[in-house]
Structures are given as C-alpha cells and as structure tokens.
C-alpha cells in the first residue's frame, strides 16, 4: 500500500527575529539580524538571540511562573499554529493528537537557576523548589503543549542535539502514516540562552561567537567567523495526512517528500561530510528525486570554522554532477543557532519561497571563506529564482546526528 | 509583629505565587483555596516562601494552619522574630 501524502498546514514561530511567519521572512528578505548582546550568567556580555513574543497571549502569569521557558515557547508556537491551520481544537478527537517536539537538551536552564538560589542560602538544599523535576523532565515542553491545549494524545520530545528540529517534523511524518494519530502538532524548540553552562561550554571548545557588533557575530562561511551565537526560539507546524487537510479545505505550505536520519559513528562533537553527504542523497532517495529535483538548500552551517567547511564538502560532493546548482542559503546568519528549534525554524523562514519565488540570502558574508564557496551560495542579497518546487533542509547536531528533510511544493 | 503586618506579608507571598488573582477583597476568615485559585503546589510555594524572604519554617504538620489568612496571621505572627 502506498503510505499516506504528509502536508503541513499550519505555521507557528518565534524567532529572534519575528514572532510570526509573515514577520520573519520579512525580515530574512530585509536582512534584519535578530541579534543582540545580552547578559550571561557568569560570563558577562555576549550575543545571543531572544525571543520577543508575548506569553502571556496564551497562558496566565501563574502558569508562565511555574513553566519553563522552552514550555511557554512550545506553547505559543503551538497555539500559533493552531490559529494559522483554521482547525477547530474542540471538534478533534484530542486524544488522536500528536505533539512532537525536537529539543537539542532541556533542563540545563531550570537545574541552573535552582543550584545558583541555593547558592543564596548557603547551599542548603531544603530551598531547592519542588518545581524542579516537572520542569526538567525530558518531555516538559511537549507536556506543557498537551496541559495548556488538553491534548490527550502522546506528547513527548525527541532528544537529537541540533539535528532535532528535522525530526520532530520526520517523527509526526511517520506517526500519522503509521495511523497512530490523525494530526500532529511538531517541530523543535530551545531555550538555550537561558543556560549558562552552554555558553560556556562552547567558549571552552573555542566555538563561541563574539563581535563588537552582535548583528554580524552569525557568519557562517565568512573567512572571519569564529563561532556559534546561541540563540533560544520554536517552530510548530501543524502536520496532516492529505485526505484529511483537503477534506476541510486547509491551506497547504508543503508536502513532506523524504527525509533521512542517520549518525557519523566518528566523534563526540566533529562533524563527518561523508555521513553528511550520505544523509542528504538517502533523503533524496527517500523522496523519490534526483538531485536534480532540489531547488534550495537551507544548510546547517553554525558559523564555526570547521563546521562550515565539512558541509560544504558534503554539499559540493552530492550536487558536483549538477549542470545549475541548487540555490543555497543559511538561515542562522539572521537569528543565530536556536539549536532544537533550527531545523524547524529555518525551514519556514523558507517555505514562503514556494511563491514568492525569492531566496533569503546568508548574510553577513564580508570576505568569503573559499573554502566554503560553493557553487548556489545566495549570499547577501536575496535573489529571485525561476521556480522553487523543493527545499532540502540540513540539520546535524552532537555526538554525530545527521537529519536531512526534504520539502516539496504541493501539487494535488 | 502585628497581625495585620503578618497578613499583608502573606498577601504579598500570594500575589506572587498567585498573580492571576485579584487580591483586593480576600475575606480573612474564608479558607484561602475556597475564594483563589490555589493548589497544593502553590502552598507549598507559599511555605517555601515563607523559608527564604522571613526564615519561617512551617512543619508539614501545620500546613492546615494556613488555611485562611487569620489562621495564618494567627499561626505566623509570633513566628517573626525582631531581627536584632
């Protein structure tokens, strides 16, 4: 039997550089970066990029005060989506309802915040909040999705470093082919920023973006490029089979054609292009297309050094037997890395090219690196294209997880 | 320590346990969870409160004594030690 079409129907973001759709692809197109210098605990200032939704359009005080941040992120997104979709939450059968969400970690934040109030009080551990262990479980902020909505369904998160956003959205594919449920809300959140300890860490790794000017700190395949600028944001999309999205007549963004998932095997934190590359033509595979069926490339690319390069090699390696490249841009050189959020996020900056038929530039390119001067790089400026039928989307994350999704146009 | 202090200590512990609510009319001798919308959780946040802003340790035992605000006047006021 044929598995199911999979179309998405509902958009719902935060960004740092637009709380919705319209917003931040205007934006991408502009060239407005969402970057800003903020406080670190600990650290000082350094650019990051923060979210400026307001959460209380969907939840109350009290509900924001005991959540999580990535938890008020998911919700919104969710929330946003649902509006955007014109489904009717109360006529579903809310136990048939997924929600999906990627997340790179969660908890850092919240265990973070309670170590440093018990510092307060001399490390006495009977002023550690009972809120902590709701607020650091793994699925917190799919469970605060299914709380706020009163979705019965399974709501869980998908642990997959930067790679996750890819899978929320690859996952919700596969549930409701799978008939175990009837409509998904999926996508990747992150309320990375929040976490010290992650700054930190990729400061020790020497991976840590800094600029005089936060707005040009995000510069994947620039020559100067030194890092990665940590930034927190959501993507949730609302995710049908195709009967039932044409049954009500719903709006259709995109068709999701293939994908892939697979893991380096090689090293905690070093990217593989062979993988990568392996990633990128099984997705094609999966998709039933050729390369030269993909239109635009949205990379990965962080803004670190070597990162950069790696996938270049593995794009230049899949596309070299193309006569005309494939468009290729970054989404990250605006809003910095989202992390679990990244893969979603980035994707819909994209999907309004399947009719506005531009494609938003990598900005913040002064002297490219040549080593990452592949053939299709959009950079800069956006530049119109003849036809955007398809957009593959990398997203690759730690300890070696490589998710590559693949988006078409829908045509009935 | 008078009691009338206590109580607006406790009212200022709520409105931030519990920002939602309108707190400009709690009847002192109703029970707290029949007039706001307050859970076990959001006493035990009251409690912890208590801990950290005035270093009062309510035993779980006594958490029946912060059943309304005149209980908790009555229970906490001589708990508030003049600091010296």
């Known amino acids: ?412 | 320590m008078t009691k009338d202090n206590c109580k607006k200590l406790v009212i200022d512990i709520i409105s931030d346990i519990a920002p939602d609510e309108d707190l400009s009319a709690i009847k002192p001798d109703i029970r707290l969870r029949d007039q706001l919308q307050l859970d076990s959780m959001d006493f035990l946040d009251i409690v912890m409160e208590l801990r950290k802003r005035h270093g009062i340790e309510v035993p779980e035992a006594d958490y029946g004594q912060l059943a309304s605000l005149q209980s908790c006047a009555d229970y906490l006021t001589p708990k508030f030690v003049p600091k010296a």
């Open chain 1, 1 to 412: 039997m044929k598995p199911s079409r999979i179309v998405i129907t509902g958009i719902g973001l935060t960004a740092p550089n637009g709380n919705s759709l319209a917003e931040f692809r205007r934006n991408l197109l502009a060239g407005v970066s969402g970057i800003a210098t903020v406080d670190v605990r600990y650290m000082g200032r350094h650019p990051a990029g923060m979210c400026t939704f307001d959460p209380l359009k969907y939840q109350k005080k009290k509900e924001v005060r005991i959540g999580t941040r990535a938890g008020g992120i998911s919700i919104y997104c969710a929330r946003e989506a649902l509006a955007d979709s014109g489904l009717n939450l109360e006529a579903q059968d809310k136990s048939r309802i997924g929600i999906y969400l990627g997340i790179t970690e969660h908890g850092n934040v919240e265990t973070e915040n309670e170590v440093f109030n018990i510092s307060q009080f001399k490390y006495d551990t009977k002023f550690w909040t009972h809120h902590h262990n709701p607020r650091t479980v793994a699925n917190n902020p799919a469970g605060e999705v299914s709380l706020n909505m009163g979705i019965t369904g399974p709501a869980y998160t998908i642990g997959a470093a930067c790679a996750a956003g890819n899978m929320g959205l690859i996952h919700a594919a596969q549930m409701l082919r799978l008939g175990e449920v009837d409509l998904a809300f999926a996508g990747g959140v992150s309320e990375s920023p929040q976490t010290f300890g992650i700054f930190a860490g990729f400061k020790s790794q020497n991976a840590l973006a800094a600029h005089e000017d936060p707005t040009k700190a995000s510069r994947p395949f620039d020559q100067a490029r030194n890092g990665i600028v940590i930034s927190e944001g959501g993507c949730i999309y609302t995710i049908e089979r195709l009967e039932d999205a044409q049954a009500r007549g719903a709006r259709i963004y995109g068709e999701i054609a293939g994908y892939c998932v697979n893991s380096d095997a090689t090293d905690y934190v070093l990217p593989n292009p062979e993988r990568q590359a392996e990633c990128v033509r099984k997705a094609i595979a999966h998709a039933g297309m050729t390369i030269e069926d993909i239109h635009l490339v949205n990379t990965h690319a962080t803004s670190t050094p070597q990162g950069d390069i790696q996938e270049c090699i593995a794009i230049a390696e899949v596309f070299k037997n193309r006569t005309t490249p494939p468009y290729i841009n970054n989404t990250k050189s605006f809003i910095g890395h989202t992390m679990g959020a990244a893969g979603a996020l980035e994707l819909a900056g994209n999907l309004p090219s399947f009719d506005d038929l531009v494609i938003h530039p990598t900005i913040n390119i002064d002297n490219l690196d040549p080593q990452c001067d592949i053939p299709g790089l959009v950079v800069n400026q956006p530049t119109a294209a003849k036809q955007v039928c398809s957009i593959l989307n990398n997203s690759f994350g730690m300890l070696g997880i490589n998710s590559t999704l693949i988006i078409k146009r829908f045509a009935p």
